[in-house]
């Protein structure tokens, strides 16, 4: 690149050169002075060979130096990515977080499911200039089954009629699609508050049923993860009830598009005891013998189960009281 960048100010130069040696002749020319314009020919002369040279020399660099070809994005399995989300004071810097892990990895599509009766303008416009190729839905959760506040996040399963409404599109949209690369991709719930490794992305590609791997810092642990014993799952490293059939936190599984679409039925059941919800969906999918343990043999950890600190407003509701609260209109 330097050596190019030097090659282009040299051309630069002796263009300017030549430019003005030209024009001091004409004027000397014009205004009838003798003008002996032998040496000015050979220095012209030799100038305009330099040039040739110049241009052979670039010209040459640009065929050597050619990046080597990258394979079509579109030859990739695309990865469809299914959040949900809601309103509060940290979804727009978790969502900003995840978005622009996104955009490091090549054909995703991140399908956004806000649990909400209608769109909101805010996860409309973070995606709108996120840069990547997004689905915005929406669907709220029935009232009987939101958590209130002061509720613990385990009572009750969260993001079931979301996810449910991203599976839903999803398989409106694959049988849309015309031709045989409608089926060729893999489908991952990627909670908003997690953090991944774009190291995963690459893991779950090409599941052909259900890949798996571990997860960090879940379920009152350092990992959860599947055993794997001569290259199948044989059993789960988890502290709480180890005979769930699919005893797995969300972010530790992907599943085949094709899998998918040839189950409509399959779903997240909002009924599920606690901890089965990962299993309601799972069981007519696949068995044990079928996972496919990824991330090594299921021994290294790339992603985690974190969560951002709710914030503390003590302050803020203070200043509000006295009405010198932070502008509303400032979107945070």
């Not at 990046?67 to 959040?83: D, E």
Request: proline residues 6%.
């Amino acid at each position: 690149m330097a050596t190019r960048m030097k090659l282009k100010l040299k051309t630069v130069f002796v263009l300017y050169f030549m430019v003005s040696l030209l024009g001091l002749v004409y004027a000397l020319m014009q205004l009838g002075q003798r003008c002996d314009c032998t040496e000015h020919d050979r220095t012209i002369s030799r100038l305009r060979g330099e040039l040739h040279h110049v241009k052979e020399q670039m010209r040459k660099l640009e065929v050597t130096k050619q990046p080597q070809k990258q394979p079509a994005k579109s030859s990739l399995p695309t990865i469809f990515v299914i959040t949900p989300t809601y309103a509060r004071l940290v979804q727009k810097a978790e969502l900003t977080r995840l978005s622009q892990t996104f955009l490091h990895v090549p054909q995703l599509h991140w399908i956004v499911v806000e649990d909400s009766p209608h769109k909101t303008q805010l996860v409309t416009d973070l995606l709108f200039k996120s840069g990547l190729t997004y689905t915005h839905l929406h669907m709220p959760t029935a009232k009987d089954r939101k958590l209130q506040e002061g509720d613990p996040s385990w009572l009750k399963p969260r993001g079931v009629e979301q996810r449910n409404e991203g599976l839903r599109w999803l398989r409106e949209d694959r049988r849309a699609q015309p031709g045989g690369d409608n089926q060729q991709g893999v489908v991952y719930f990627a909670d908003d508050d997690n953090t991944y490794s774009l190291k995963i992305f690459e893991e779950m590609r090409n599941t052909q049923r259900v890949s798996v791997w571990p997860v960090g810092l879940v379920g009152g642990m350092k990992y959860e993860k599947p055993v794997v014993e001569g290259g199948k799952v044989v059993r789960f490293h988890t502290g709480w009830r180890p005979s769930r059939p699919f005893p797995m936190d969300m972010a530790g599984f992907a599943v085949s598009l094709k899998l998918v679409l040839a189950n409509p039925e399959a779903c997240f059941d909002g009924e599920a005891p606690m901890g089965f919800l990962e299993s309601s969906f799972l069981q007519g999918l696949v068995t044990m013998d079928e996972l496919e343990p990824k991330a090594d043999n299921c021994t290294k950890v790339l992603v985690w189960h974190t969560r951002t600190e709710k914030p503390k407003m003590k302050r803020e509701e203070a200043l509000q009281a006295q009405g010198l609260g932070s502008d509303p209109a400032v979107e945070v």
